[in-house]
């Protein structure tokens, strides 16, 4: 039995909430368009706290509705179904593609395509470096990492930010995520890369790092969560470090400028893709 996360929404809408899912719920999406209505169907693992995600995602939707007033209101809904083959779907969308200048992404199938190459093994509900986020990320890492730094991914995901800074040349990177199976999924990439003496990985969050100071932070994470856990990422900065804070959409710039003004934080860099955007920050 496999279960699905799907949100009803309108059309337009697309590149936020698929945006949403890939970076809070689930990276194995199916899109079924119906007029100008969209299902988003995200593939989650039972072992999940689905009613928790469930809630996750109403609100999401909610708060789009508030935003988006003249679009029709979203629905958030959970399905079950009999039959889904995770590898073949993952392996069918699953290319190397470029995500930053001179680094590519690979599966383990397609490895050796490309001369620089982070191979991701993909697994249920953790990314492959295929949103633009995480490629905004890569572009700011490839810009920042110089040999030596000691680098946090906060939020590491399926480790494609830590594999990259050590390839990069960073000397200690640390990746934290509070998911046991991110943290499963990451420790495999990392083997695969042949990057396991630069990383270690921890499951938690702040309290696994306290009085830990780092050149460079990345924290691909959405605007809520990046403004909670601003004064930790400050507190976890050397005096000259920066902070590259992405999973933010254009529309919430604002919102966020006048925050980092008030913390009297400099705005170093900012890319955008789509939709997203990601800052480098000097707290």
Not at 62 to 76: D, N, R, T, V, Y
Not at 163 to 179: E, F, M, P, T
Not at 202 to 216: P, T, V
């Amino acid at each position: 039995m496999h279960c699905a996360l799907v949100a009803e929404v309108d059309k337009r809408l697309e590149e936020s909430v698929t945006g949403f899912f890939i970076q809070n719920l689930s990276h194995n999406l199916l899109l079924e368009e119906n007029g100008k209505k969209l299902k988003v169907i995200g593939y989650v693992s039972t072992q999940d706290s689905v009613a928790q995600k469930k809630i996750k995602l109403a609100d999401f939707l909610f708060q789009l509705s508030l935003e988006k007033p003249h679009f029709f209101p979203g629905k958030a809904s959970v399905r079950y179904e009999k039959e889904f083959d995770w590898v073949a779907q993952s392996k069918k969308g699953f290319r190397p593609r470029q995500i930053a200048p001179d680094c590519w992404v690979a599966p383990p199938w397609k490895r050796g395509s490309h001369k620089n190459e982070i191979i991701i093994e993909p697994k249920m509900a953790f990314g492959t470096g295929e949103h633009a986020t995480t490629q905004l990320c890569c572009q700011a890492a490839a810009a920042l990492v110089r040999p030596g730094m000691k680098v946090l991914d906060f939020g590491t995901g399926s480790g494609i930010l830590a594999i990259l800074a050590a390839k990069l040349g960073a000397s200690k990177i640390v990746g934290i995520d509070n998911d046991s199976l991110a943290v499963e999924n990451a420790q495999e990439n990392i083997t695969l890369n042949k990057v396991s003496k630069q990383i270690q990985l921890r499951l938690g969050s702040f309290e696994k790092i306290q009085n830990e100071k780092y050149d460079l932070i990345f924290a691909n994470l959405i605007l809520s969560q990046i403004i909670s856990f601003f004064p930790h990422f400050t507190a976890a900065l050397k005096p000259v470090g920066f902070l590259v804070a992405s999973g933010i959409l254009t529309h919430q710039l604002p919102q966020l400028k006048k925050f980092l003004t008030r913390r009297k934080a400099e705005l170093i860099a900012l890319g955008r893709d789509s939709d997203w955007a990601c800052l480098v920050i000097a707290p």
